[in-house]
């Protein structure tokens, strides 16, 4: 049975360019509100959404993707760009059925998918909610490919370890305790050998171009991490939009502060039209100083 306030999240697989497509897809029988999409940073999968669905699909389909080539999802036959991961998720949301408008929300290199989804369909594509938007000079994007360029396994597993660190630094918080993050590390390695693909496509993509065509209302989830600093430039490039500082929340928000992250977004995708960021709240548990 489903816990009050939460609804039921199911997975299925669909079909798309680039072969079966894995999502997680809360699916209540009133539907009130327009379908919500959601899209994962890279690496990891969909499961970052999961309890996340449960608190924000109790009113409306909300589904979350596993990325061609992440999680339970088929890779592409070559390295994608962004908008091919946008044109995959496009083919599921029409294998669904799912009609009239859509809200989308991407985390990371999620958002960048988020964005491109949109100005794919305009006509489609109603609210976007950008966890990060980050804004970066070249000298920034050389850096950050040759960071996240691909590595080749060790014998040892040493390779494995450098991740875990890396994981545990950036997840590890008083919400969310090592035992949490031991969990979920295995969707860190969800991207098999070809977990560089994402970053690849994120940092071939760009924000500073993309962002000013994008007319739908968009809301800018800034959070505590490691884009915070490039997320705060990204003010300039948003039409219609507003960028919220959410600075005590960190990666794995969505699973330490579900309910607060879920009623923040509700703040935004239930407005009114004519004032889309008029209610938007942040939850104290996000506040701070900065």
């Not at 804004?135 to 950050?144: F, G, K, L, P, V």
Request: proline share 8%.
């Amino acid at each position: 049975m489903t816990e009050t306030g939460r609804a039921n999240v199911r997975r299925t697989y669909v079909e798309t360019r680039f072969g079966q497509l894995h999502l997680r897809i809360a699916q209540p029988a009133a539907a009130s509100r327009p379908a919500l999409i959601c899209f994962h940073m890279s690496p990891m999968s969909g499961r970052i959404y999961e309890n996340f669905l449960a608190k924000i699909g109790t009113d409306r389909v909300a589904i979350a993707a596993d990325t061609p080539g992440f999680g339970m999802s088929d890779a592409p036959p070559a390295p994608p760009e962004i908008a091919d991961y946008a044109g995959a998720m496009w083919d599921a949301l029409d294998a669904l059925g799912v009609s009239g408008p859509i809200d989308a929300m991407g985390y990371h290199t999620g958002s960048k998918v988020a964005i491109e989804l949109a100005l794919a369909r305009p006509d489609r594509a109603r609210r976007l909610i950008l966890i990060a938007a980050p804004i970066m000079t070249e000298a920034e994007r050389a850096a950050m490919r040759e960071h996240y360029a691909e590595t080749a396994p060790t014998l040892d597993g040493s390779h494995l370890a450098a991740l875990w660190r890396s994981f545990v630094h950036y997840n590890l918080s008083p919400s969310l305790p090592l035992e949490q993050v031991a969990d979920a590390f295995p969707d860190m390695l969800s991207g098999r050998n070809i977990a560089w693909w994402g970053h690849r496509a994120a940092f071939n993509h760009y924000l500073d171009q993309r962002l000013p065509l994008v007319p739908q209302p968009v809301l800018v989830f800034n959070p505590g991490d490691d884009l915070w600093d490039y997320t705060k430039r990204a003010g300039p490039f948003l039409k219609n939009g507003e960028i919220v500082d959410l600075p005590c929340w960190g990666h794995g928000f969505l699973d330490g502060f579900t309910a607060d992250a879920a009623a923040l977004a509700r703040s935004f995708l239930d407005a009114p039209d004519e004032a889309p960021f008029g209610g938007v709240s942040v939850p104290e548990s996000a506040r701070g100083s900065g």
